[in-house]
């Protein structure tokens, strides 16, 4: 599996959006599945697919699907 | 006779009776003393409510869709076990247990729902905030009783006080009633030398209450003021003027009334006078 | 709600607050006449999800605590099942009279939640600490108090609190990240303590976060070759006795650890009854020394007041000399 596809597949889980429901222009708070709670769901779930431990401010900066695969980056995780 | 003064007349012969309890219950008292002269400034509103204007059931003091009861100023308790015992709840035997050891009957209202005293209070300025609880409850549950709140003027010193008044005017509780009784003392003193509260009405129409000022020892103006007010969206305070002791010529407007001892010769002269009211 | 390593990791990560937040949220899918209250402080208490699926059975009174718990006894008066929840001070002590005359006195069924307990938010300062909560609310008659090790007991400990026929305050501590204490469901029950590590040389006795905390204390001590038995003792009120009695007869040293003044908390409930105990051994009371110190973050304050795993180390080597 790609590291887009475990990307998604962790926002689809972590988030429990519908497969159909999602799209990569989700932001943190446009959507009522992405809020506080499921934000740090979603670092959990991201963490233990990656492997990685996420910075507290990466945490906080981490508000999109697109910008979080910039903040991945930081971390090696290549899409 | 119509009916308005039908039942003008009933309410007012029970407030005889809840004042002839309150006069036995305050003797019984003998060396505990009694707050007399709180309970007797709210003897109409009391007579008024539980002889006609709650809904109540006289079999059953737990019937589920009564009009709720709260003496936010429990101390004035002897009015609410004498009108309870009007109603039939407390039978006149256990009166005269007021403030004996172990009574169900004490200074302040205590939780007893089979006598029909529903909330224990005493601690001013808590009464208002169960009574939003339970009118919040009842639109919850889609009933259509009412709750009433008799709260005292120099509780109104109480923070606790502001906070319930400022929540139910948001809360749109239109079922809410807070009857103010400002017989302008409280224990030390008169409100104006311990703490003035100023204008209660400008004070409790700011919060957002529907106001109203009116002789609260007059029958008849809390008859009609009541008959002609309903469904008016917000909830109601009525800042009712009173005497504190009122009824008996010893004690109206005396502030050492507030909690005394009655004595053998006091009693004896206020059942006369009583006895002449009739 | 299930119980599996990956909620655990994540109730762990989201903190104590939150946990309660997504637990009050399902009960609210079982309960009918659920209602929870607050002070203005729904995201703080992980209640926003909460708020917006469940806006009936859920009301912001404003910062008005004293009103809070006389409206939350009216509702529970005519049977709903009441949640109370905002911050430990001024969930407990801002309204301290109405909690004695409603919960205590008339015994309105009502689950108090005492969120950012103990030193979490340091960095504000002691007006937002609480240390003196389980104290004041040991006293008054007819209150379970219980303070959950992690976030699992957490949820625990608020669906039994919801249930309980008896009115319950649950004490919340930590931030997130809160370190697991359980990595794996097991039973809870109001009022029975959970021995956690075995150990022949003497007992500590902890709640709240300070379980994690002992446990790491009890490792670095077996290192030294002295063995600890931890207890949680979640609830603190009803005490478990016989946790009491049993770590009497087996121990040489007895300690309690809190995130609480060391008077009125878990270790005075301990002393109190070990007191009636013929040749008990000596109780160490660990907690914050009836002082209000500088703030700090929470691990500062954690160390400043001797509370982390070293520092109840050093301690219990002392006290075994």
Known sequence: MSNLEKYKEAFIKALEIEKSKFSDKIKYNEIPEWDSIGHMSLMSELEEKFSITIDTDDIVDFDSFNKGKEILGKYDIKF | ?278 | ?321
């Open chain 2, 1 to 278: 006779m119509d009916d308005r003064d039908k039942n003008i007349e009933v309410i007012k012969k029970f407030t005889n009776e809840v004042r002839k309890n309150i006069l036995e219950m305050a003797f019984s008292a003998g060396a505990s003393s009694s707050h007399f002269g709180g309970a007797l400034s709210i003897a109409e509103i009391v007579s008024f409510l539980f002889s006609y204007k709650m809904k109540i059931d006289k079999q059953n003091p737990k019937f589920i869709d009564r009009d709720r009861f709260i003496l936010s100023k429990g101390h004035a308790c002897l009015a609410y076990y004498a009108a309870l015992s009007e109603v039939g709840y407390i039978a006149k035997e256990e009166l005269k247990t007021f403030e004996k050891n172990n009574s169900n009957l004490l200074g302040h209202p205590i939780i007893n729902r089979k006598l029909g005293i529903d909330f224990s209070n005493g601690s001013l300025g808590m009464g208002l905030s169960l009574g939003i609880g339970v009118a919040i409850a009842a639109k919850k549950m889609k009933k259509n009783f009412k709750v009433y709140v008799v709260l005292g003027d120099g509780e109104c010193n109480e923070g606790s006080v502001w906070e319930a008044a400022m929540a139910a005017p948001n809360l749109n509780l239109d079922n809410l009633y807070a009857i103010i009784d400002k017989n302008n003392f409280q224990q030390t003193g008169s409100n104006k030398e311990i703490m003035n509260t100023e204008s209660l009405i400008d004070k409790w129409s700011s919060f957002g209450w529907e106001t109203k000022e009116l002789n609260g020892n007059n029958i008849e103006e809390i008859y009609d003021y009541f008959e002609k007010n309903e469904n008016l969206q917000r909830p109601k305070a009525i800042i009712a003027n009173t005497i504190k002791g009122k009824g008996f010529s010893f004690s109206e407007n005396n502030n050492d009334w507030h909690h005394k001892v009655l004595s053998k010769s006091q009693y004896e002269k206020a059942k006369e006078e009583i006895k002449n009211n009739n």
């Open chain 3, 1 to 321: 709600m299930i119980v599996n390593e990956r909620n655990i990791k994540i109730w762990s990560t989201i903190g104590s607050r939150a946990t309660f937040g997504i637990t009050a949220l399902e009960l609210a899918k079982e309960i009918d006449n659920l209602m929870v209250l607050t002070c203005d402080v729904s995201t703080s208490a992980g209640l926003d999800r909460y708020r917006k699926t469940y806006p009936d059975k859920y009301l912001d009174l404003g910062i008005a605590e004293q009103n809070l718990i006389g409206v939350a006894a009216g509702l529970a008066s005519e049977n709903f099942n009441v949640i109370t929840t905002t911050f430990a001070p001024f969930q407990t002590i801002r309204c301290c009279e109405q909690i004695k005359v409603n919960i205590g006195y008339m015994k309105q069924k009502i689950c108090m939640v005492g969120i950012a307990s103990g030193l979490a938010l340091g960095t504000l300062g002691f007006t937002h600490c609480c240390i003196e909560d389980v104290g004041i609310l040991r006293a008054i008659p007819g209150i379970t108090i219980i303070s959950p090790a992690d976030s699992l007991e957490t949820v625990k400990a608020i669906q039994s609190a919801v249930k309980s026929q008896t009115s319950t305050y649950v004490r919340l501590t930590g931030v997130s990240n809160n370190p697991i204490v359980y990595e794996k469901d097991y039973d809870f029950k109001i009022g029975k303590s959970i021995k956690l590590v075995e150990g022949k040389d003497l007992t500590i006795f902890a709640s709240g976060t300070m379980v994690y905390n002992s446990i790491q204390a009890a490792k670095i001590l077996k290192k030294d070759n002295i063995h600890c038995t931890v207890i949680n003792m979640h609830t603190i009120k009803p005490l478990d006795k016989q946790a009491v009695e049993e770590a009497c007869r087996n121990s040489k040293l007895l300690v309690s650890v809190e995130e609480h003044n060391v008077i009125g908390g878990l270790g005075s409930a301990i002393a109190e009854y070990k007191s009636s105990i013929e040749k008990s051994p000596k109780l160490v009371i660990l907690g914050v020394n009836d002082y209000y110190s500088k703030g700090g973050e929470y691990q500062f304050l954690q160390n400043e007041h001797g509370l982390t795993p070293n520092k109840i180390v050093d301690n219990i080597k002392l006290n075994l000399k």
